[in-house]
């Protein structure tokens, strides 16, 4: 007898990344694998009584989206927290806040995302007496979209004993002013947690960035609570036609919670969660990474690889730079690790197998990083590795080169463009200088230069679409005459979030393609979006997410 499929989608415009058989018209589930490929016709017979036959109408059908580069407990939680993304101006700031306050009496310190470097207009900077205006008795705190800054008001600045200033560890600042007093901005991770660990949460979201551990206790009612908080993420993520996530923020907690939910029943995303090396950290924690890949190491949850800071971020001048910045000339800022600390790293990950993958941000930081890799691969000979950097947003032109050179993988975020469906252009390009903008942000030049390359939004730093963040790669445009046009192509970018996000994870055998054998990961969208033009992709939206041959979305 043959083979019944559980689910067929029919009528469809199939994108399969599958360079053999690119297209088809029709595709057959059966279980969590892909059954088979081709015309209406040809798997019609496949069609069962149980059979669910789905009537795509000629829109797309294609991967899931794998979200190459995400922070799931922090976006997860930004859910349900004020959103200031596109809020210009004080009164409009001030009015959003007064009503999250409102509605949220018990917070003990309120928190807000997505507050842009310029909300109160451009040459205004934020400081906490802003602030104080609006709330002058609860502690509020509100990050920058790129998480690196944030901005607490005096009530929260003294509740966590930070309004006298604080020393915060290299690459980390409160900000002070003339005063003698902090003005309200923090600078990175250790400058900011002081006051975000005294909101609800006790700051647990942020642990797998700040120490990469856990939390010293915890009662059941928070892990329940946590639990929901990581499953209502994940559902949103599915809605947005993501099947797999890799993270990049990571502790036991988070995989043990993942775990659970997979236990369950209820994990709708593949998710990979990494450990953290933290400059104060032992070299033989490193060891507690390859316990993790052994322990984690399904198809639906892994703990295989190790994620490292090197520097900061350009808008707040913690990113590592060869030269100054252009509005500070004298000032190139420190990396989070020493060179020869980081050659420790990458050796020692490297001889365990490990993945690596380095946040680096300023020129100088992608060129240590790379340096390190190097040398990783001197001590323990070549191989396949698939050693990342992220982000990347300014590179020194003899480096674009290195990265086809080492096999090193570029994973960068279009939706972080400065001028882009996101985010403004200032303060970035004034603080980069145009002598820097032809290798800025520079997707196509490090493409063009052989580099393998995965696309992401670095959720909740900006919205999880990913077809918001093609849409930038699409449509971006140069910011002075004769700068290099970096855009990528529709084919190119569906690519970096499907096949090149499954290549990167060492899973191509298995997804990131439709193709028979393969694991049953599909998004069908709203529409053809090869038929959609450019400056609408944006508006593309999944009506169907199957992970595992389970359905996960399904529009209304």
Not at 19 to 31: C, F, K, M, V
Not at 51 to 69: C, F, L, Q, S
Not at 90 to 107: H, T
Not at 116 to 126: H, S
């Amino acid at each position: 007898m043959a083979q019944h499929a559980d689910i067929i989608i029919r009528n469809a415009k199939l994108l399969t990344m599958d360079e053999t058989a690119p297209h088809a018209e029709a595709i057959a589930l059966s279980g969590n694998i892909i059954l088979a490929l081709g015309t209406d016709a040809e798997i019609a017979p496949l069609t069962g009584a149980s059979t669910r036959v789905i009537d795509a109408k000629g829109a797309t059908v294609m991967p899931g989206i794998n979200e190459a580069h995400m922070h799931i407990f922090m976006g997860s939680l930004s859910l349900q927290q004020l959103s200031l993304y596109g809020v210009r101006g004080f009164e409009a700031m001030s009015e959003a806040i007064k009503a999250y306050a409102a509605a949220n009496p018990d917070e003990p310190v309120l928190l807000a995302q997505s507050a842009d470097y310029t909300i109160l207009g451009a040459g205004e900077e934020i400081t906490r007496h802003h602030l104080d205006r609006v709330l002058p008795d609860r502690p509020f705190l509100m990050y920058a979209p790129d998480h690196h800054t944030a901005w607490a008001n005096t009530a929260a600045l003294k509740l966590a004993d930070l309004l006298n200033g604080r020393d915060v560890g290299v690459g980390n600042e409160v900000v002070m002013g003339n005063d003698g007093l902090a003005t309200g901005e923090l600078r990175e991770t250790n400058a900011i947690s002081p006051v975000v660990q005294l909101a609800s949460t006790g700051g647990r979201e942020g642990l797998g960035i700040l120490t990469g551990g856990d939390p010293d206790s915890v009662t059941p009612e928070q892990r329940a609570g946590d639990r929901a908080v990581l499953k209502r993420g994940l559902d949103y993520c599915a809605s947005e036609g993501i099947t797999s996530v890799q993270n990049f923020d990571g502790n036991l907690y988070q995989l043990e919670l993942m775990e659970d939910l997979l236990a369950a029943g209820e994990l709708p995303v593949r998710i990979r969660i990494p450990f953290h090396m933290k400059n104060f950290m032992e070299i033989g924690m490193l060891e507690t990474a390859a316990a993790w890949k052994q322990r984690f190491a399904s198809d639906m949850l892994r703990g295989d690889f190790v994620k490292v800071f090197m520097d900061g971020v350009i808008d707040s001048q913690t990113a590592y730079m060869l030269e100054g910045y252009a509005d500070r000339p004298d000032f190139c800022c420190e990396p989070l690790f020493t060179p020869q600390a980081w050659e420790a790293v990458a050796v020692k990950a490297d001889s365990l197998g490990l993945q690596i993958a380095v946040h680096a941000i300023g020129d100088a930081a992608v060129r240590q990083t790379l340096d390190g890799y190097e040398a990783a691969a001197k001590a323990n000979g070549a191989r396949d590795s698939r050693h990342r950097i992220e982000h990347i947003e300014i590179i020194d032109p003899t480096d674009v080169p290195r990265f086809a050179e080492l096999g090193v993988v570029a994973s960068m975020q279009p939706v972080h463009v400065p001028g882009g469906s996101c985010f403004p252009l200032e303060p970035t390009i004034h603080r980069l200088g145009e002598a820097r903008f032809p290798y800025a942000y520079a997707w196509r030049t490090m493409k063009d230069a052989g580099a393998r390359l995965v696309f992401a939004t670095d959720w909740p730093i900006s919205p999880v679409s990913p077809f918001g963040c093609i849409q930038n790669a699409l449509t971006r445009k140069p910011w002075k005459e004769g700068d290099p046009d970096q855009r990528m192509t529709l084919p190119e970018s569906l690519h970096a979030y499907t096949a090149e996000g499954a290549w990167v994870e060492f899973m191509e055998d298995r997804k990131g393609q439709l193709k028979p054998g393969y694991l049953a990961d599909i998004v069908m969208l709203d529409q053809d979006i090869e038929a959609c033009p450019l400056d609408t992709v944006a508006d593309v939206k999944p009506v169907l997410t199957i992970c595992d041959g389970r359905i996960t979305y399904e529009a209304a």
